[in-house]
């Protein structure tokens, strides 16, 4: 696609559910990052896909939070039983896997937890 | 270990003035360094690219330069008006492919 693509773009969900944030990164671009961004807050880096390597995961907050994706294509991030400090925007970015090219962002998930 | 830092954190100027905001690395193997926007509550919108081996771009009333030898680029903003009051972040591309984040410039620009 032209751009990357989040769903859905906003999300509000009881405490204790499971939750699956879905993200298209642009055609061929190997390199994705998910990001949380609580209110007023920096972005906070969660996990990094990079191809086939194995996924930097040294972001993730909890054993709650996981994220797939499978070679170039879909990135799914699911939070299981949510907790109320789990709101947040969650921001999804892709690049090509070589130096040249800069990332670009999806406009987001905002979740909500009551 | 790369650092990116940006100066100042906020900043407030009449509309009209000419800005610029800081960015500095503390390694320069880097493969590009990009500036993006972001409004209250949206996502980041990417402005400006500069690849390792440029000194500048330019977009409209934005240019961007980059002087990787000492580590710093700045972000200047020509004839600013309100519709540039935005946090403004810098991000490095590192040695791996990864970005290492600024905390961000929050610009204010009065009417």
């Known amino acids: 696609g032209a751009g990357v693509s989040q769903s859905p773009s906003n999300k509000v969900t009881e405490k204790g559910k499971d939750v699956e944030l879905r993200c298209d990164p642009i055609s061929g671009h190997t390199a994705l990052y998910w990001y949380r961004q609580r209110l007023g807050q920096g972005l906070e880096f969660l996990i990094y896909f990079q191809g086939n390597s194995a996924p930097d995961k040294s972001g993730l907050p909890s054993d709650r939070f996981s994220a797939e994706r499978t070679g170039e294509s879909v990135s799914t991030l699911t939070i299981q039983r949510t907790q109320q400090e789990d709101s947040a925007v969650y921001l999804c970015?892709?690049?090509?896997?070589?130096?040249?090219?800069?990332?670009?962002f999806g406009s987001g998930t905002r979740l909500t937890v009551v | 270990k790369q650092e990116v830092t940006q100066i100042p954190a906020a900043l407030s100027v009449p509309e009209g003035e000419n800005l610029v905001l800081n960015c500095s690395f503390t390694d320069s193997a880097i493969y590009n360094l990009q500036w993006f926007r972001q409004d209250p509550g949206k996502g980041l919108t990417s402005l400006l690219l500069?690849?390792?081996s440029q000194r500048e771009q330019t977009s409209g009333r934005l240019n961007a330069s980059l002087d990787k030898s000492s580590g710093r680029s700045t972000l200047y903003i020509a004839a600013s008006q309100p519709g540039d009051s935005a946090t403004y972040l810098c991000?490095?591309?590192?040695?791996?492919?990864?970005?290492?984040w600024g905390a961000g410039t929050k610009l204010i620009i009065k009417p």
């Open positions: 970015a892709s690049s090509t896997g070589q130096g040249r090219w800069g990332y670009t």
């Open positions: 500069i690849q390792s």
């Open positions: 991000a490095v591309k590192d040695s791996n492919y990864q970005l290492i």
